[in-house]
C-alpha cells in the first residue's frame, strides 16, 4: 500500500503524519508512508486544502484531520 | 476564519455527545444572564472591597469580563463549527467558477467568512482558484475576507464594544473585501502571478463525498471549540487584564492626543504600525477597548485592529511563493487604503 500525505509542513499536517504513522505500526500493515511537500504534485491531486491523505493515488481526505478509527478504515483495515 | 481546520469523525459512541449542548448551551445562557449581579455581590459582599477604589474596579472589570468572553466565544466557535461543516473550499470554487467580476467578488467575500481553510493552505487554494479559472480580483477578496472577519474577532468585539462595533466591523471588513478584489481585478495584474503557477495542471478531484450527519457536524463543533478556545483563552486572560490595570489606573484623555479624533495622522500610523504585525484578535481587542475608555477613537483602533488581522507579514511571505512582489505590493496597499478610509469615516461620524 502506498499511503502519500500532502501538505507543506504546518502543525495539522505533521499530526496527520504522526496519526497514520501510528496506525501502520499498530495494525502491522506494509506500507510506504511519504510526504508530498511540492506544491506541483499537490495540486496534481487536485487538492486544495491541505492536510490531504492519499492512498495508492486515491485521495481519501482533504482539509481535515480525520480520527484513528477513520483512518483505519480509510486504509482498508478492518 | 482562517487559522483552523476542522475534524470529521465518525465515532458511533460518540452519538450521546450531541444532547450534552441542550444541556450546556441553556446553562451557558444563565451564567450569562446572572454574571453581573454574581460578580458585584462576589467583590462587594464577599471579598469585601471598597467601591470605587481603582484596585476595586480592575477586579470587577477583569472577574465580570473574562467569563463573559469565554462564554461567548465557546458556544459561538461551536455554533460557527458546525455551520463550517456545511461548506468546503471545493464547493466555495465551484460556486465562483464562471462569476462576473463585480457579483464573484461580493460571493467571494461572503464565502471567505464560512468556508473551513487553514492558512497553510492558501497557496494550493489560490492555485486551485486562479487555475479553475476564477479572476484573481475575486481570489483576492477571498483571501482578505477570510482572515479578516473571523469568530474571535466577532465575539470580543460584540462581548467588550456591544453589538454595533461587532456588526460595524463585520460590514465593514466585508466591503473592504469586496473593493479591494473589485479594485486589484480591474488592475489587470495577472502577470505578476508566478508563471508556474498557470502551468500547473490540476488533476480532477473526485474525493468521494462521505455522508455526514448531524452528530458529524456536532462533533465538528466540538472540535472547533477545542481547537480555538484552547488555543486563544490564555491572550483573552491576559489581554483583559491588561485592559483591567488600564481601566483602573490609567487617567482620563490619556490616549486622546496620541489615538484620538484630534490626531489625523494616527489612522495611517495603526495602520503602518498595524500590517507588519502579526497577533490575533483575542490578546489585543481588550487592551483597545480600555484605551477607547481613555480617548482613543473608534476608528483608529478599528484600523489597528482591522490590518493587524486581516494583513500580516507572515501571510505575505507564504503568498510570495506564488506571487512577484508587484502583486504582494498592490494586495497590501489596496487593502490598507480600504482600512484606512474606513477608520477616516468612522472618526468622522463619531
Known amino acids: 500500500m502506498k499511503i502519500e500525505i500532502l501538505g507543506v509542513g504546518c502543525a495539522k499536517c505533521h499530526k496527520l503524519e504522526e496519526l497514520v504513522r501510528e496506525v501502520v505500526k499498530k495494525e502491522g500493515v506494509s506500507a510506504d508512508i511519504s510526504k508530498v511537500e511540492d506544491f506541483k504534485k499537490i495540486m496534481a491531486y487536485g487538492v486544495m486544502t491541505t492536510p490531504a491523505l492519499v492512498v495508492d493515488g486515491e485521495v481519501k481526505v482533504a482539509g481535515k484531520i480525520p480520527s484513528s478509527e477513520d483512518i483505519k478504515k480509510l486504509l482498508g483495515i478492518k | ?350
Open chain 2, 1 to 350: 476564519m482562517a487559522e483552523y481546520c476542522n475534524t470529521l469523525s465518525k465515532n458511533e459512541q460518540e452519538n450521546k455527545k450531541k444532547y450534552i449542548p441542550l444541556v450546556l448551551i441553556p446553562l451557558a445562557v444563565a451564567v450569562y444572564v446572572f454574571l453581573e449581579q454574581g460578580v458585584n455581590f462576589f467583590v462587594d459582599h464577599v471579598i469585601n472591597l471598597e467601591k470605587g477604589r481603582h484596585l476595586t474596579e480592575a477586579i470587577r472589570f477583569f472577574l465580570y469580563d473574562t467569563p463573559k468572553v469565554l462564554i461567548l466565544l465557546t458556544v459561538i466557535v461551536f455554533v460557527v463549527g458546525i455551520i463550517r461543516s456545511y461548506f468546503s473550499a471545493e464547493k466555495t470554487r465551484k460556486a465562483l467558477e464562471g462569476k462576473p467580476l463585480f457579483v464573484g467578488n461580493i460571493m467571494a467575500a461572503c464565502l471567505g467568512i464560512v468556508t473551513p481553510f487553514c492558512s497553510c493552505s492558501a497557496i494550493p487554494l489560490f492555485i486551485g482558484f486562479v487555475e479553475s479559472g476564477i479572476p484573481l480580483g475575486v481570489t483576492f477578496s477571498f483571501l482578505v475576507a477570510a482572515p479578516m472577519i473571523n469568530e474571535v474577532a466577532l465575539v470580543l468585539l460584540f462581548g467588550l464594544f456591544g453589538w454595533k462595533t461587532a456588526l460595524l466591523y463585520a460590514s465593514t471588513g466585508l466591503l473592504i473585501a469586496i473593493f479591494s478584489g473589485w479594485v486589484i481585478g480591474r488592475l489587470k495584474v495577472e502577470r505578476f502571478v508566478e508563471e508556474w503557477v498557470y502551468e500547473i495542471k490540476s488533476g480532477d478531484f473526485q474525493m468521494v463525498e462521505q455522508k455526514i450527519t448531524f452528530n458529524d457536524r456536532i462533533q465538528t463543533g466540538y472540535t472547533a471549540v477545542v481547537d480555538i478556545v484552547s488555543k486563544v483563552w490564555i491572550y483573552i486572560v491576559a489581554g483583559i487584564a491588561v485592559g483591567a490595570v488600564i481601566h483602573g489606573y490609567v487617567p482620563e484623555n490619556f490616549m486622546a492626543s496620541l489615538m484620538g479624533k484630534g490626531a489625523w495622522w494616527s489612522v495611517p500610523l495603526a495602520v503602518a504600525i498595524g500590517v507588519p504585525l502579526y497577533s490575533n484578535a483575542a490578546g489585543f481587542i481588550p487592551i483597545l477597548q480600555a484605551l477607547l475608555g481613555k480617548g482613543a477613537a473608534l476608528g483608529t483602533a478599528l484600523a489597528f485592529m482591522m490590518s493587524t488581522i486581516g494583513l500580516s507579514l507572515p501571510e505575505m511571505i507564504i503568498l510570495k511563493k506564488v506571487m512577484k512582489l508587484p502583486l504582494i505590493i498592490v494586495f497590501v496597499s489596496v487593502v490598507a487604503t480600504g482600512i484606512m478610509i474606513v477608520g477616516f469615516l468612522f472618526n468622522w461620524v463619531y
